[in-house]
């Protein structure tokens, strides 16, 4: 079984945002770039899986959409233990474009279980992994929570609203990540940076495509109002004020 | 031309997250000169289908087909891209919750309709179709345009509220099939949460962190909530080690709410927390530390331990329920 993990590149998870030129795009300057939290952590799965002969999972390869500048990103996820990295040198114009992409590129390397994560932490839109799997006309399950496989299946656990469902679809398919897929991100090894700096980065130009949205500015959410201090000797006040003032119980 | 909405039922029933849902399909369709066309999956009694009407749909179309028992991403948009196609909607608007997530994308490359995943409030204008949609972990907004000529919404849980007008609604039933052959999802087991208010459906919601010390130390907690009508929930750190349930966990990495009331009790604040519940309507810190993070967040906040605050709290919302 070959397992293909979609990477994105984010800002770090405590970058504070912000914009230039008119707020139109991200101010990039000091932002520390890393794989997106998902995406590390499916990677993580598909290398345990890998791991344990019994999956029969023969190899990890990580995808990327993104320009030249987020190489350092995928020597990462070389570092952590992917055997393989692909980019795909373009823009990550909008999901569906990004979407495009990475279906022809599954086309042609033909992977049987496809991972990607629930959303990128910078446009957060949910959309790149039910995309491609419309794509390619394959299954997907979203929300997927934990992922064994069983005789050359895929079993996974899915959130749904309102509970949890352990479900199974044929190969090839797409599962969407989420919490609980792994533990921990795995950390690159000394001897996986070393052997990461000397893999080739497989590179395809991408297939003609036009997204189908364009985010034309950026703007902060409204500002609240500074804290009010209730004293903690009369916390009985705080009740009062949200029954009476902000009327929210 | 229509602006179609797709409500999810559980258990036969409709939610208030559905009933906004229609509200804003309303809105868009108002911007638009059009109506509202609800559908609707499963099988579900008119007298609650007419509830839809309630929030602005003119026309609801319910689809009952046993086939589509279990949520299939595939086929299931494959039912909700036939029933746009054949109504000729141009907007479709879908929750951005977990079946919203699992379908919009199939649907979007089916009808090739570009989507503005995570709105919040009505587009800012028609033409150019643009809206504000929810980026960087909602420390911004991305004003996007979708240039394609059918678009997908996807409505934030509790960002925009309930609009009622007058019901003039008409029920059809449609016979649209779901295409067996894409029917690929086996469900195994299912483990439902039941008795429970669910926290992304919860108004007002309790969440503590480790500030609360220990697991033993839980009890007020959750009392305070179950007192208010609310749900619980809890910082990364608590739900890793296992104080509390996974499902609980907030944040960037677990759950995004928006309840009208979100209690942080010994939580810091840090922008990773703050991601998920950011956009809840007021936030309300206790913290023994007076510069945490979290009071910048919040409109109401008691500098004091969580231990001797709680207890208070309990007290004080069972005089004014008596
Ligand atoms: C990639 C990434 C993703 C993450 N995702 C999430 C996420 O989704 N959700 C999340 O929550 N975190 C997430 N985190 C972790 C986050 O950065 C913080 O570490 C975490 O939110 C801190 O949890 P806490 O506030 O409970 O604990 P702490 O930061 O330890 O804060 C405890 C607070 O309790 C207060 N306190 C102490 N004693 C008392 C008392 N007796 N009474 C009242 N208050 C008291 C302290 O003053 C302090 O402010 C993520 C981190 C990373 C790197
Ligand atoms: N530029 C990209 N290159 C590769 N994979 C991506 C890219 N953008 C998004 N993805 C994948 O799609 C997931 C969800 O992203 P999104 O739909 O943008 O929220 C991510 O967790 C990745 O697995």
């Known amino acids: 079984m070959k397992i293909l993990v979609c990477i994105s590149n984010v800002p770090d998870t405590t970058t504070k945002v912000k914009f230039t030129e ?25 290398l345990e899986l890998k791991d344990n002969p019994a999956s029969g999972v023969k190899s990890v390869t990580v995808a990327h959409v993104g320009t030249a500048a987020s190489e350092p990103t995928i020597r990462k996820a070389l570092a952590i233990g992917a055997d393989e990295a692909i980019r795909v040198n373009a823009g990550a114009a909008d999901a569906w474009y990004t979407a495009f992409q990475l279906a022809e590129v599954i086309r042609k390397e033909q992977f049987d279980l496809v991972l990607c994560g629930i959303e990128s932490s910078d ?29 050359g299946k895929p079993v996974m656990v899915r959130e749904i609203d309102g509970g949890k469902e352990t479900v199974t679809v044929p190969v090839p398919c797409l599962a969407v990540v989420q919490k609980g897929i792994a533990k921990e991100p795995r950390i690159a090894s000394m001897r996986g940076i070393m052997t990461a700096r000397t893999k080739q980065i497989k590179i395809y130009e991408p297939a003609p495509a036009e997204p189908l949205t364009e985010v034309v500015s950026f703007s902060k959410p409204a500002p609240r109002a500074a804290c009010r201090f209730i004293d903690p000797e ?13 009327k929210v119980i | 031309m229509s602006v179609l909405v797709f409500t999810e039922n559980w258990d036969r029933k409709f939610k208030k997250l559905s009933f906004e849902l229609v509200s804003y399909a309303r809105g868009v369709a108002d911007l638009l000169n059009t109506s509202v066309l609800a559908l609707s999956v499963g099988p579900v009694e008119d007298s609650e289908l007419m509830k839809l009407g309630q929030y602005g749909a003119s026309r609801i179309i319910s689809i009952d ?33 977990n079946t919203g997530k699992a379908i919009a994308p199939r649907l979007s490359v089916k009808l090739k309709a570009g989507v503005g995943a995570g709105v919040s409030s009505l587009p800012v204008s028609t033409e150019p179709f643009t809206v504000n949609k929810r980026a960087f972990s909602g420390n911004a907004l991305a004003q996007t345009v979708i240039r394609s000529e059918m678009k997908i919404l996807t409505l934030l849980q509790n960002s925009y509220g309930l609009c009622e007008t007058e ?8 016979d649209v099939q779901a295409d067996t052959g894409f029917l690929k999802t086996e469900v195994l087991d299912v483990q439902k ?7 992304t459906d919860a108004d007002i919601v309790v969440s503590g962190g480790r500030g609360m010390k220990s697991p033993d130390n839980w009890g007020p907690l959750v009392e305070l909530a179950t007192l208010l009508g609310g749900a619980t929930a809890c ?11 996974h499902e609980e966990h907030t944040g960037q990495t677990g759950k995004i709410i928006s309840p009208n009331l979100y209690i942080a009790v010994g939580i810091s604040g840090a922008t990773q927390h703050l991601a998920g519940v950011s956009s809840s309507k007021y936030i309300v810190a206790i913290n023994t530390d007076k510069d945490a993070p979290i009071f910048e967040a919040a409109q109401y906040g008691i500098v004091g331990d969580a231990a001797k605050v709680l207890p208070k709290l309990v007290e004080a919302v069972r005089e004014i329920k008596k």
């Not at chain 1, 520390?32 to 939290?37: G, S, T």
């Not at chain 1, 916390?235 to 004020?241: H, M, P």
């Not at chain 2, 949460?193 to 926290?199: E, R, V």
């Open chain 2, 193 to 199: 949460q039941t008795g429970k208010i669910l926290l």
């Open chain 2, 167 to 174: 019901n003039r609604a008409v029920i059809e039933k449609s």
């Open chain 1, 234 to 246: 009369n916390a009985a006040e705080l009740i009062s004020i949200l029954q009476n003032e902000a």
């Open chain 1, 22 to 46: 008119g707020n139109k795009s991200l101010d990039t300057a000091g932002i520390q770039w890393v794989i997106n939290p998902w995406d590390e952590l499916s990677l993580t799965r598909a």
């Open chain 2, 235 to 245: 910082s990364r750190p608590v739900s890793d080690e296992g104080w509390r349930p």
């Open chain 1, 123 to 151: 446009y957060n839109g949910s959309l790149v992994g039910g995309m491609i799997a419309e794509f390619l006309g394959i299954p997907n399950v979203s929300a997927v929570s934990s992922l064994n496989i069983e005789n």
């Open chain 2, 65 to 97: 087909r046993p086939e589509l028992k279990n949520l299939d991403n595939q086929a299931w948009a494959g039912v909700i891209a036939a029933v746009a196609l054949k109504e000729d909607a141009r907007v479709l608007i879908l929750s951005n919750n």
